[in-house]
């Protein structure tokens, strides 16, 4: 295993080429299919399998709060939401809206408890998400019927948060 080495800490080489998705897609296909938005997917090959994705890259106008008009199965989204310049709850609402009746929610999300580089000024993340902070959004949302966030980490230091509707 390749180590790097960032303010005196050592972290996996993986954590910093990007591509988070590829260890959440396989627990996601278990979860989600049929018509599937992938939220921030970054570039073609990271993108969730068979699913339409929704970027800003893709200069098309649609993006995290203007998503097409079809409705959909599931959105997926990997290490998209800490990046969100507006309220994260907003989105999560918005997307609600945006998936069928027993549809899915399914986001990957960085532990930023382990990822501390966070406090050094990194602009790029703009929500400091946890397992905790997750779990307190959805218990007060009215909007859907099932949730699960995971306690722990995986071996990429991130966590899920899965919303049914």
């Known amino acids: 295993m390749n180590l790097i080495k960032y303010n005196g800490s050592l ?22 299919s049929g018509f599937v938005y992938d939220v921030g997917y970054g570039c073609e090959e990271w993108k969730f399998p068979n699913s339409i994705g929704v970027d800003e890259i ?10 097409p008009p079809a409705i959909a199965d ?10 969100y310049k507006g309220r994260f709850q907003d989105v999560i609402e918005y997307w609600i809206t945006k998936i069928k009746d027993g549809g899915h929610i399914f986001l990957y ?8 580089y966070w406090a050094w000024g ?10 905790k902070i ?4 959805c218990e007060n949302s009215n909007l859907f019927t099932n949730f699960i966030v995971t306690d722990g980490y ?7 948060c899965v919303i049914e509707k």
Do not use: R, V
């Not at 893709?58 to 998503?67: E, P, Q, S």
């Not at 990194?122 to 397992?131: A, D, E, G, M, V």
């Open 74 to 83: 599931a959105i997926y989204s990997s290490h998209f939401l800490e990046h």
């Open 154 to 160: 995986d071996l990429n230091g991130s966590f899920y």
């Open 122 to 131: 990194n602009t790029k993340h703009i929500h400091y998400l946890t397992p």
């Open 58 to 67: 893709d200069n098309n106008g649609f993006h995290a709060m203007n998503l």
């Open 11 to 32: 972290y996996p080489e993986l954590q910093s080429t990007g591509n988070a998705s590829k260890f959440a897609i396989p627990f996601a296909q278990q979860i989600i």
């Open 134 to 137: 997750m779990k307190e959004f």
């Open 109 to 116: 999300l960085p532990n930023c408890e382990y990822q501390k």
